[in-house]
Every structure is written in structure tokens, then in C-alpha cells.
């Protein structure tokens, strides 16, 4: 079957499965469990209204179900076995994670990138989103700043790692200390802990446009009014921005901070495609990969680790997100 062929049967079949659903479940519905013809047909269109909301959910909680429910039960419990996946050790994979020196390096450089991307990202995409403001081509720096996003993960760390090559030819940073009269060529990246930063970089790099675009909306909607009283008060520029833009863009920052908190634990590309983990550059996912084909019980329990780590800090955007909305 050519691609074209499945492809516009697949929509048919989808679209058209989608609809018959919703109609003959309705049909059912109505004309079967809750007639609204007989005795008491207001309790039966009371309570048919009252499961109508959970027909129309139920596709959407089976699919969820399927594909992020019934996988994280699947990985905890495989996670319960030994290498073979023949043998119940129970907590005896996170007992090994625990006393393993690598799980807890990759564990430590999680936490650094954690606390030093979302701020990064977040404080210099709100510095451009109020610099470009005031600009006259500050669409034009806009589209400059925003344009990494456009680059994939490993487009950007090729990119930086051309920037941290030990030569001064090809790398920017040893071509600068050639000019300051420095002699050796030095490997950035294989700097033992400044290493982790200088990849830290690169996502910074590619985030800040996406905290620039969030914020600046953020921004333009602070009321005009109480930045003229504040003007009037005789404050300055700095005081406007911290003391009366910044606290009201508060809930919007916490949601930025939030989903690139989010994106960094998720993060392998960037490590992979630089260091591959080595020099002390390891961070859970992919000290995940490094036992993915050789101790599967062993990266499921990193998996499940990292699902831990990432569901509070889900639960907590979520929240946010809801009080932006209200």
C-alpha cells in the first residue's frame, strides 16, 4: 500500500471512527440505558447528562491509559527483576543505584542543570523580552534570539562543539586566549565539573528564545496605568521593572521557570552528542542509555527514577498554569 493510500485511509478510518463513536454511544445512551420515553424519563435524562461527559472522555483516559499509565507500571515492575528479567530482586536495582559512584554523579549534574538552566534561560529571556520591547528593530532581535529553538538539540551541539574545540583555528573560545597570548590549546569539555556548565550553554542558548517570546507577552500585558503612577511617583527604569513589571509577570515566570525545569531532566541530546557522558559529564538519562541494552532491569529503575523526579515539578506547572488561567 503506498504511503498516500494508508495515509488518507488512516484519517478516514480515525475520523470516521471518532464520529461513529460519539454517535452511537449517544444512541445507546439515550435510547437504551436511560430511555427518555417511559416512567421517569427527567431522572433518566438527568443521569444520562451526568455520564454523557464520561463517554466523551473515556477515548481520551483509554489512550492516556494505554500509553502513559499501563508503560509506568510496566517499568516499575520490570525494574523489580534482575538483569535477565528471570529472577524477583525487588528493591535490589535501587539498592545498586544508590552505591553506584556514577548514579550518583549523573544524579549530582542533574541537580546543577536543574537549578542553573531554568534560571539561566528564564533571567536572560526576560532581560531580552524587555530590551527588544524598546527597540525600534526589536522584531528583528527577536527572530535573531528565538531562531535556536528552530535547531535541533544535536544541530546545536555540533555547533558549540565547534565553539570548545581544542583548536585555535576552529574554536572560538582557544582562538581568544591565542590573542591573550595563551600558548596550549585546552579542551573545555573535558574540564572536570566546569565541563557540565559548558554545556549547560547550550540549552540556555536554545531556551532563551522560548522564555523571551513567553515572558514578552507577559510584559506587554501589564497595565499601563500603574507603570504611569509609578512614573509619576518619580520612579526610575530599574524600579519600574522590578518593583512593578516583574512582580505582576510573577505567575508567568514561575510557569517558564517550571517547563524548561521540565525539558532539562528530559535533556540526552546535548550530553550525548558532545561528551557522551564522559569527563564527569553523566546525567541520569543517559546513564539510562549506558545500561539500556546490557541490565534492562537496572535503566527501567533509572527511568522510573527520573519519572519521579519529573512528576512534582509536572504537578507544580500544571498548578501554576491553571492560576495564570483564572
Same mark, same amino acid.
Given at each position: 500500500?503506498?504511503?498516500?493510500?494508508?495515509?488518507? @485511509?488512516?484519517?478516514?478510518? $480515525?475520523?470516521?471512527?471518532?464520529? &461513529?463513536?460519539? #454517535?452511537? !454511544?449517544? +444512541?445507546?445512551? %439515550?435510547?437504551?440505558?436511560?430511555?427518555?420515553?417511559?416512567?421517569?424519563?427527567?431522572?433518566?435524562?438527568?443521569?444520562?447528562?451526568?455520564?454523557?461527559?464520561?463517554?466523551?472522555?473515556?477515548?481520551?483516559?483509554?489512550?492516556?491509559?494505554?500509553?502513559?499509565?499501563?508503560?509506568?507500571?510496566?517499568?516499575?515492575y520490570?525494574? @523489580?527483576?534482575?538483569?535477565? $528479567?528471570?529472577?524477583?530482586?525487588? &528493591?535490589?536495582? #535501587?539498592? !545498586?543505584? +544508590?552505591?553506584? %559512584?556514577?548514579?550518583?554523579?549523573s544524579?549530582?549534574?542533574?541537580?546543577?542543570w536543574?537549578?542553573?538552566?531554568?534560571?539561566?534561560?528564564?533571567?536572560?529571556?526576560?532581560?531580552?523580552?524587555?530590551?527588544?520591547d524598546?527597540?525600534?528593530?526589536?522584531?528583528?532581535?527577536?527572530?535573531?534570539?528565538?531562531?535556536?529553538?528552530?535547531?535541533?538539540?544535536?544541530?546545536?551541539?555540533?555547533?558549540?562543539?565547534?565553539?570548545?574545540?581544542?583548536?585555535?583555528?576552529?574554536?572560538?573560545?582557544?582562538?581568544?586566549?591565542?590573542?591573550?597570548?595563551?600558548?596550549?590549546?585546552?579542551?573545555?569539555?573535558?574540564?572536570?565539573?566546569?565541563?557540565?556548565?559548558?554545556?549547560?550553554?547550550?540549552?540556555?542558548?536554545?531556551?532563551?528564545?522560548?522564555?523571551?517570546?513567553?515572558?514578552?507577552?507577559?510584559?506587554?500585558?501589564?497595565p499601563?496605568?500603574?507603570?504611569?503612577?509609578?512614573i509619576?511617583?518619580?520612579?526610575?527604569?530599574?524600579?519600574?521593572?522590578?518593583?512593578?513589571?516583574?512582580?505582576?509577570?510573577?505567575?508567568?515566570?514561575?510557569?517558564?521557570?517550571?517547563?524548561?525545569?521540565i525539558?532539562?531532566?528530559?535533556?540526552?541530546?546535548?550530553?550525548?552528542?558532545?561528551?557522551?557522558?564522559?569527563?564527569?559529564?553523566?546525567?541520569?538519562?543517559?546513564?539510562?542509555?549506558?545500561?539500556?541494552?546490557?541490565?534492562?532491569?537496572?535503566?527501567?529503575?533509572?527511568?522510573?527514577?527520573?519519572?519521579?523526579?519529573?512528576?512534582?515539578?509536572?504537578?507544580?506547572?500544571?498548578m501554576?498554569?491553571?492560576?495564570?488561567?483564572?
Amino acid at each position: 500500500m503506498s504511503p498516500l493510500l494508508q495515509g488518507v @485511509l488512516t484519517i478516514v478510518i $480515525g475520523v470516521g471512527g471518532c464520529v &461513529g463513536y460519539f #454517535y452511537f !454511544a449517544n +444512541l445507546i445512551l %439515550d435510547k437504551v440505558i436511560f430511555p427518555t420515553k417511559g416512567p421517569n424519563p427527567g431522572r433518566n435524562i438527568n443521569r444520562a447528562n451526568q455520564v454523557r461527559p464520561w463517554l466523551f472522555l473515556f477515548p481520551a483516559i483509554f489512550a492516556l491509559g494505554l500509553y502513559l499509565v499501563y508503560p509506568v507500571i510496566g517499568s516499575f515492575y520490570r525494574s @523489580l527483576f534482575n538483569r535477565a $528479567g528471570d529472577e524477583f530482586i525487588g &528493591g535490589g536495582n #535501587y539498592a !545498586a543505584l +544508590l552505591a553506584d %559512584d556514577g548514579f550518583r554523579t549523573s544524579l549530582f549534574n542533574n541537580f546543577l542543570w536543574v537549578i542553573f538552566v531554568p534560571a539561566g534561560a528564564t533571567f536572560f529571556g526576560l532581560l531580552a523580552a524587555q530590551l527588544t520591547d524598546r527597540l525600534k528593530w526589536g522584531n528583528i532581535a527577536k527572530s535573531l534570539i528565538f531562531m535556536p529553538m528552530a535547531i535541533s538539540f544535536v544541530g546545536a551541539s555540533l555547533i558549540w562543539k565547534f565553539v570548545y574545540a581544542n583548536d585555535a583555528d576552529i574554536g572560538m573560545i582557544n582562538a581568544v586566549r591565542e590573542m591573550l597570548g595563551a600558548e596550549n590549546p585546552v579542551d573545555v569539555l573535558q574540564i572536570p565539573f566546569w565541563n557540565n556548565f559548558f554545556l549547560m550553554v547550550i540549552l540556555i542558548w536554545i531556551q532563551t528564545g522560548f522564555a523571551m517570546v513567553i515572558l514578552s507577552a507577559a510584559l506587554r500585558g501589564v497595565p499601563e496605568d500603574t507603570i504611569e503612577a509609578a512614573i509619576i511617583d518619580g520612579a526610575n527604569p530599574f524600579q519600574i521593572f522590578f518593583k512593578i513589571k516583574v512582580p505582576q509577570i510573577m505567575a508567568t515566570i514561575v510557569v517558564v521557570w517550571t517547563t524548561i525545569t521540565i525539558l532539562v531532566l528530559k535533556v540526552f541530546d546535548i550530553v550525548y552528542a558532545t561528551t557522551g557522558g564522559n569527563f564527569g559529564t553523566e546525567i541520569l538519562p543517559s546513564y539510562m542509555m549506558s545500561y539500556m541494552f546490557r541490565d534492562d532491569g537496572r535503566a527501567t529503575a533509572v527511568a522510573f527514577v527520573i519519572m519521579l523526579i519529573v512528576t512534582p515539578v509536572m504537578i507544580w506547572n500544571i498548578m501554576q498554569a491553571r492560576k495564570e488561567m483564572r
